[in-house]
Structures are given as C-alpha cells and as structure tokens.
C-alpha cells in the first residue's frame, strides 16, 4: 500500500507537498458523516469485521495506521467501539451512486500435465511482458505462449478459465484428488472489455438478462462464435501458484494476504486506501449493510464509488457473485485526523 497522504493527494489533486487549500477536482465531492448516518450500523457484526481488519492491517506502513491496528489487537468485544472511537465516515464521490458487483474464487478442474481431457493451459508470466503486450486474440491464435515450459496446469474447460482470468485466483482439483491454488500474477496491460456487455451490443439477450452462467451457456452452445466472443477480451492474466497453509481460508488478495468471504472487497486504490474498513450499503435484491475491508482490487474497479464483493469459494458462491449488479452508497472510514485533514482540503 501506498503511504495514505499520497492517496489523500490523489483524492484532493494535489501533491503530498503541496500547498493547502488547493481544491478537490470538481468531480470528486468529499462529505463527512456521522455513524449514525450509516444505515444498519448498530446491527453489523463487527467484531467479524475486526478480524477482516486484522488480517491485513500489520502490513500498513504508515504509522497511524499501524498505530491503529496495534490497538485493534486489543479490542475482542470492543470491536464496534474500536471503529466509532478512533475513525470517520467519509464519502467520496457520493453525487452517483455506488456500483456493486461480485466475485468469488473459482474452482476448476484440471491436470499438471496436459492429456485428452486437459487441454487449455493456464500460464505463468513471460519475463517479457513488463506493460502493454499482445491481445487474448494474438496470444491465442499465434500461440505465443506455448512450448515455453510457463504452463501451471492444464484445464478441461476453455470457458472456466476465461472465467478464471476474470476472477484472477482460483482452486484446481487434478486428479488425484490433491488441489492446487493460483493467484494473479500480472497481465498484458490491456483493458478488460466486458463480453456480457458485447453479447447486449450484438441483440442477443437484453441487459437484464446477462450473468456469468447466461454468458458460459451460450458459449459452450456457440462454440466457434463463443471462442470469438471471448477473445473480445483484449485482457490476459497470467498466474503463479500460491500455497495457503489452511486450506480453509480465502484466496490471496492484492495485499498478498487471505481475503474472507462477504467482508472483503475491491475497491479502486486511487479513492479508498487499500486495507480501510469500508461501509457498504448495497441495494437489490439480496441487500447488504456491512463493514468490509478493501484488501483487493480489480482491472474493472474504478471510481471512488465502485466495489466488488467477495463472496467466497467454488460454485454456490460463483452463483451468488454473478447475480451482483447492484447500486448504493459506499462510505470509506478513515483515522479521524486523516479524514479531517481531507474535509479541510475540501
């Protein structure tokens, strides 16, 4: 993570070491609140917020939240306490509401070795990629990467690991019965275009109608016109394999630590410090008050007012996530210095 006052500088245009009183950017509005404003505070479980907390915050660098998370170690059942006393509800970029959507880590099965039935490979990353780099579409159809030894394992799904690369972690269960886990490692520095939004732009379904199984349905009844589809995507991720030592814990987030289900989102790291507890009020038709941590971050997570949920492994949370299209209100907690420095920018 970044040191805070550079996030601060970003929110409010300015340097670090510029002087005050410069104004924030006219489409980045900064409101304080109370919790008291926070809709279902008082009914949150915070004390499992807490935890989500702490699980990151021993690797935040700057020193008042590290002081922070020394006295959160403290706490047990003071958890709801612990927020209310020593941190203040910001919103950033409320004039719009928040988008909400979801992800999960998925499981696949697959192979170390490439068989009949295992054929579509998951790669590490080339040395030679260091920013913009081949499509999907060129890695792909010129084979860029094959015969190079950076094969993981084999899949026997193209359509599970397109999802995959979506996700960027997942569990691979091979044969034997023994699972392996990969987290992101990078990409070819191209942006993430949506390919459920394409299937919309095409007149193949209405908007309402689009999910993550609606898009892997049609591809595997479409398989020419589906390969087609995904490559759409100019994005490509690549992965290195990661060991967790208790296999009941989350995937790895972008903070390099386990991430936990329904209390972790992404967030974008230009608006909302990687590791800040974050009050989210989701809308639709599961609604969600919660305090969530942002201990990830993803390539289609922009804006200030923009997360994603987590909402855990394998296929019931895959289904879940994939329902998540949701408008609210997301309201970054900050150490009450920080934020009143900010509302004085402003």
């Known amino acids: 993570m970044r040191g805070w006052l550079a996030t601060v500088a970003l929110i409010a245009g300015m340097t670090a070491t510029s002087a005050p009183g410069q104004s924030v950017p006219p ?12 809709n279902g505070w008082a009914e949150d479980d915070h004390a499992a917020a807490l935890e989500a907390f702490l699980e990151t915050c021993t690797d935040l660098t700057d020193a008042e939240w590290s002081a922070l998370c020394g006295v959160a170690q403290t706490q047990g059942s003071n958890a709801r306490a ?29 192979s170390r070795t490439r068989t009949a039935r295992y054929r579509y490979p998951i790669y590490r990353q080339p040395p030679e990629v260091t920013g913009l780099w081949h499509t999907r579409a060129e890695i792909e159809e010129d084979r860029l990467l094959e015969g190079r030894g950076l094969e993981i394992a084999w899949i026997d799904d193209p359509v599970e690991v397109f999802f995959l690369h979506i996700q960027g972690s997942g569990r ?13 490692a990078g990409r070819n520095g191209h942006e993430y275009r949506s390919v459920g939004q394409e299937l919309v732009r095409r007149g193949i379904y209405e908007a309402h109608q689009v999910s ?10 479409n398989p020419s016109a589906g390969e087609e589809l995904l490559r759409h995507n100019p994005s490509y991720v690549f992965f290195r394999e990661v060991r967790i030592d208790d296999p009941n814990d989350g995937p790895l987030g972008a903070m390099n630590r386990s991430i936990t289900a329904l209390r972790t989102i992404a967030v974008d790291p230009d608006y909302t410090p990687l590791g800040a507890p974050v009050w989210i009020e989701k809308r639709g038709a ?22 994603d949920v987590f909402y855990g492994t394998g296929d019931a949370a895959g289904r879940a996530a994939g329902r998540v299209r949701d408008t609210g209100r997301m309201i970054v907690l900050l150490p009450i210095e920080y934020a009143l420095a900010l509302a004085a920018e402003v």
């Open 82 to 110: 612990f927020f209310e006393l020593f941190f203040r509800p910001v919103l950033v970029g409320g004039d719009r509401a928040a988008l909400f959507t979801g992800y999960f880590e998925p499981e696949l099965n697959g």
């Open 172 to 184: 691979i269960r091979l044969p034997d019965g023994s699972m392996i886990r990969v987290g992101y």
């Open 27 to 38: 489409d980045v509005s900064v409101h304080l609140l109370e919790f008291s404003d926070l």
């Open 212 to 221: 993550a199984q609606v898009i892997r349905s049609w591809v595997r009844r």
């Open 286 to 307: 599961d609604p969600l008050n919660r305090l969530m941590i942002a201990q990830d971050t993803g390539s289609a997570i922009r804006g200030p007012q923009r997360a």
